[in-house]
T-cell receptor, first 118, second 114 residues
Framework: AQTVTQSQPEMSVQEAETVTLSCTYDTSESDYYLFWYKQPPSRQMILVIRQEAYKQQNATENRFSVNFQKAAKSFSLKISDSQLGDAAMYFCAYRSAFKVDSNYQLIWGAGTKLIIKP | GAGVSQSPRYKVAKRGQDVALRCDPISGHVSLFWYQQALGQGPEFLTYFQNEAQLDKSGLPSDRFFAERPEGSVSTLKIQRTQQEDSAVYLC????????????FGEGSWLTVV
């Protein structure tokens, strides 16, 4: 079974600086998707960035980028120029790319609480 | 609609009471998911619908939990005889197709059982 591990329960960063959130996963599959979701206090899960495992190029969305290391099964999120609005829980998630009924659900890490210091 | 809508946003139930949580997915989205998220934890999968068919209910914690999506759009998660351990945020999510498309979440229904 696949697992997702986020080893940092909490991280803090000074506003305008860069922070990296860690995520590792375990799978025997060759094709899958990885996601970072942001969950502010409102509890709505907001997609930050997504990576397809077959793509070697790291995904980037404005100030958010990932470092995807497939062999190491690592998927870290880098937030540049941190802003107060980035403060939230961040969840890493995995999903199989295979169209088998049991493999469409997301498998989640435990989350990392990101604190932005003004 | 523009996004996934859930109601009620907050519900306080007395232990033993039945509750019903509603999810309006994004219009046209075929796939619908329910997740349960306890305080300080990541979401846990409950059940999955493709149109009106409930293809997986393996995550439902007990037979007190029941979900339906009779017309392939709105879904209701029903919890009978609520217990304190049912207190959590219940997240609904939808997706246009299956496989590679992005899943979009609603804001959740916060259930507190007292």
């Amino acid at each position: 079974a696949q697992t997702v591990t986020q080893s940092q329960p909490e991280m803090s960063v000074q506003e305008a600086e860069t922070v990296t959130l860690s995520c590792t996963y375990d799978t025997s599959e060759s094709d899958y998707y990885l996601f970072w979701y942001k969950q502010p206090p409102s509890r709505q899960m907001i997609l930050v960035i997504r990576q397809e495992a077959y793509k070697q190029q790291n995904a980037t969305e404005n100030r958010f980028s990932v470092n995807f290391q497939k062999a190491a099964k690592s998927f870290s999120l880098k937030i540049s120029d941190s802003q107060l609005g980035d403060a939230a829980m961040y969840f890493c998630a995995y999903r199989s790319a295979f169209k088998v009924d049991s493999n469409y659900q997301l498998i989640w890490g435990a989350g990392t609480k990101l604190i932005i210091k003004p | 609609g523009a996004g996934v809508s859930q109601s009620p946003r907050y519900k306080v139930a007395k232990r033993g009471q039945d509750v019903a949580l509603r999810c309006d997915p994004i219009s046209g989205h075929v796939s619908l998911f329910w997740y349960q998220q306890a305080l300080g934890q990541g979401p846990e999968f409950l059940t999955y619908f493709q149109n009106e068919a409930q293809l997986d209910k393996s995550g439902l914690p007990s037979d007190r939990f029941f979900a339906e999506r009779p017309e392939g759009s709105v879904s209701t998660l029903k919890i009978q005889r609520t217990q304190q351990e049912d207190s959590a945020v219940y997240l609904c999510a939808s997706r246009w197709g299956n496989s590679g498309n992005t899943i979009y979440f609603g804001e959740g229904s916060w259930l507190t059982v007292v």
